[in-house]
Structures are given as structure tokens and as C-alpha cells.
């Protein structure tokens, strides 16, 4: 028997109920707390399969959590970060029963996280290697979707948003006279980018060239699928997807399939370019709407080519 998410949240609707509003009154986002959930229902599953009836939370001991990341690492191969953050929800989880008395105890206070990869780098793409995916969005886009999803990437890859703040995008955020938008970001925070001169163009084309007629209450949305509706998050990954996948089948390059090109890695794109460039870290960080300059930081890597222009330097002297 397969325990289906409306039998979990049938049986552990008061729980889940308030585990819910807690994150809302915390100011999460929709997406946040969507993401949370999920989690929470794969724990859920994992606990109850065996008996297939309601185990009590309070019951809930430090082993069975383990063998729940154990069961992640070896047979999902969930990696070190995926792991994590399912312990942090689960965590979260506890935490918000223990405050309003629905459990006794915290079975998560003493587990410790996997430890992640220490200098693992994002992966982005080199300039000739962006410049081969937009050039294959026409090759993989229906005719009237092509520059539709050419400024969709562009966001990603040239403003760095992620797919969640596409998704949001509102012709009401638009600021025509000082050419950028305002995007919607983690936890709700709001943050101002100014766009490249030709991206706010193509932006504009086709809001006002291409852009579906959208169906009553999506009147405000930017991006719009061909049923009229607010494009999808799970739609703009797809889309991504294809592109990358033709790519493979094409293209010499081995990087796509050791990259694992996806959506994100074109905001990893932006911010890499950006550090390289010498544009300052601070900037950076307000540019991609990251609370905490040390995760900025992780995009200060140094390519094998600055190494060598670095060392481009003459000692003949010393030798000669």
C-alpha cells in the first residue's frame, strides 16, 4: 500500500495545520513553506509505511531518524546538502510542536548535519558556452514562445533571478524610466535590479509584441503559458531542461553533462561573471537578494585563466 499525501495530512492535519501557520507568521515564503511541507510529508511516509496507520510524533526517537538520512544518502543518493535540508525542516518541525505542547520532545536537538564538500565550486557557463544556449532556445522553442523564454533565461543568466522570482514577476514592477525591476524574493524581501539596456528591450517587445492575453485575476503577470495563466515554476525548469538536453546531443561541449546545466546554474552564471569582472562582492550580494554576504562569497573563485594572467610575469633577470 502506497500512504498517499491526503492520508498524511488526514491524519496529522492538526500538526501540519499549525506547522503551516507558524511559518506563515514568520514571514516564509509561499514557496518556502511549500518546500517544508514536502519534506515534512516524505518524513511522514517514511515513518508510517511499516504499520501503515498514524504513528505517534511524540514516539519518535534519534534512530529513526537516522535510518531516515541513511535511507536518503544510499538509496535515493540524496547528496550532503539534500540531506540537510530535510533535517532542517523535519527540525523546524519539532521545534513548532514543542512551542504549542503538541510533543514532548525534540528528537532532532542532537543530530548532527552531513557534512557537505568544503570548496566545491557553483557550476556556470564560460561566455561561449552561454552564448550556444541562447542561440539553441530557437532551435528547441515553439515560434511564438522563442523570445518569450530567450528573456526568461536572460533574467537568470544576465540579472540573476531565480526561477521562483520569474515566476512572480509583475508588469506593475517594472520601472520604464530607470530601466530595471523590482523582484520578489526569499522571505518575501523585495530588492530593485537594473537590467542591461537589451534585455529590458527584449523585456519590454514583448510584453507589448508577444506576450498571450492572459485569463481574469493573471492580468499582472509577466510571463504567461499558452492556457493564459501565470507561467509555472516546474514550466520555466522544463524549458531549461530542453535546451540543455538538445545541447548535449549537439554540441562537443562535455561541460553540459559534468555541469548539470538547470535554471539555478545560470544565476551562478551571473554572479561568477560578475566577481570575475571585479565588480564588488557587496554589489553582488544586493544584486542576488543573499541575506548573508557569506554565501555570496562562494562565487570569489579564481578560474584557471586569472591564475595564468597572474603569473604572466618576466624573470628573466633572476635567471639569466
Known amino acids: 500500500m502506497t500512504i498517499t499525501n491526503e492520508t498524511l495530512s488526514n491524519w496529522y492535519e492538526e500538526e501540519l495545520m499549525l506547522f503551516e501557520t507558524h511559518l506563515d507568521n514568520k514571514e516564509y515564503s509561499s514557496f518556502t513553506i511549500e518546500n517544508y511541507k514536502r519534506d515534512i510529508l516524505f518524513f511522514l511516509r517514511f515513518l508510517t509505511r511499516k504499520k501503515e496507520e498514524r504513528v505517534d510524533l511524540d514516539s519518535v526517537k534519534k534512530i529513526h531518524i537516522t535510518l531516515f538520512m541513511n535511507e536518503l544518502k544510499v538509496q535515493r543518493d540524496n547528496a550532503a546538502s539534500s540531506r540537510n535540508r530535510r533535517l532542517s525542516a523535519i527540525r523546524s518541525f519539532y521545534k513548532c510542536l514543542g512551542e504549542y505542547e503538541l510533543v514532548d520532545q525534540n528528537p532532532t536537538l542532537h543530530m548532527e548535519a552531513a557534512k557537505e564538500p568544503k570548496g566545491k565550486l557553483p557550476a556556470y557557463l564560460e561566455k561561449d558556452e552561454l552564448r550556444s544556449f541562447f542561440h539553441q532556445i530557437e532551435k528547441v522553442s515553439q515560434k511564438q514562445h522563442i523570445n518569450r523564454n530567450k528573456v526568461m533565461m536572460g533574467l537568470m543568466a544576465f540579472a ?45 517587445a514583448y510584453i507589448k509584441l508577444e506576450r498571450i492575453f492572459p485569463i481574469k485575476g493573471e492580468e499582472d503577470a509577466v510571463f504567461i503559458s499558452r492556457r493564459g495563466k501565470r507561467i509555472s515554476r516546474r514550466r520555466i525548469q522544463e524549458i531549461t531542461e530542453g535546451i540543455c538536453q538538445s545541447l548535449e546531443r549537439e ?8 555541469k548539470g546545466i538547470s535554471s539555478h546554474k545560470l544565476r551562478h552564471t551571473f554572479a561568477t561573471h560578475l566577481v570575475r569582472d571585479g565588480k564588488d562582492i557587496r554589489t553582488v550580494q544586493e544584486l542576488l537578494g543573499h541575506s548573508n554576504l557569506n554565501t555570496t562569497q562562494k562565487y570569489t573563485h579564481v578560474s584557471d585563466k586569472q591564475k595564468e594572467r597572474a603569473m604572466d610575469m618576466d624573470v628573466h633577470d633572476y635567471f639569466d
Open 251 to 258: 554540441l562537443p561541449f562535455e561541460s553540459w553533462k559534468v
Open 160 to 204: 540573476g533571478l531565480r526561477v521562483t522570482e520569474i515566476h512572480h514577476l509583475n508588469k506593475s514592477s517594472l520601472h520604464f524610466e530607470k530601466r530595471g525591476i523590482t523582484v520578489l524574493g526569499k522571505g518575501n524581501k523585495s530588492r530593485y535590479i537594473p537590467l542591461p539596456k537589451k534585455l529590458f528591450e527584449e523585456l519590454i
